[in-house]
Nanobody, 125 residues
Framework: VQLQASGGGLVQAGGSLRLSCAASGRTFSSYHMGWFRQAPGKEREFVSAINWSGGSTFYTDSGKGRFTISRDNAKNTVYLQMNSLKPEDTAVYYC???????????????????WGQGTLVTVSS
């Protein structure tokens, strides 16, 4: 499985970006997908996740109401729509795929099997 994240960039506070993560593999519809981010000098942290069907989505408290995760299984792509961006959202954003079925826990990095290369989001104040 290969994951290609895109859509990052420089945006002013209050602006929006949509990140995309394109996945290879014929069984994308069976993958749980997540977005994590890592700011300079900090650990990688959970941002959002979506289960294989799209029927369950997960967010941090800081992301609820601002971020929306979605997937298009026909396009093998997961999206992260980010609105009302804040300077503290500045980070490299990584998408990740889990093939672990019921052993997946959306918060746990070790339950993801594949990671994309990351896309940089910079929010200026």
């Amino acid at each position: 499985v290969q994951l290609q994240a895109s859509g990052g960039g420089l945006v002013q506070a209050g602006g929006s970006l949509r990140l995309s993560c394109a996945a290879s593999g014929r069984t994308f519809s069976s993958y749980h997908m997540g977005w994590f981010r890592q700011a300079p000098g900090k650990e990688r942290e959970f941002v959002s996740a979506i289960n294989w069907s799209g029927g369950s989505t997960f967010y941090t408290d800081s992301g609820k109401g601002r971020f929306t995760i979605s997937r298009d299984n026909a396009k093998n792509t997961v999206y992260l729509q980010m609105n009302s961006l804040k300077p503290e959202d500045t980070a490299v954003y990584y998408c990740a795929a889990s093939l672990r079925g019921t052993d997946w826990y959306y918060l746990a990095r070790h339950t993801y099997d594949y990671w994309g290369q990351g896309t940089l989001v910079t929010v200026s104040s």
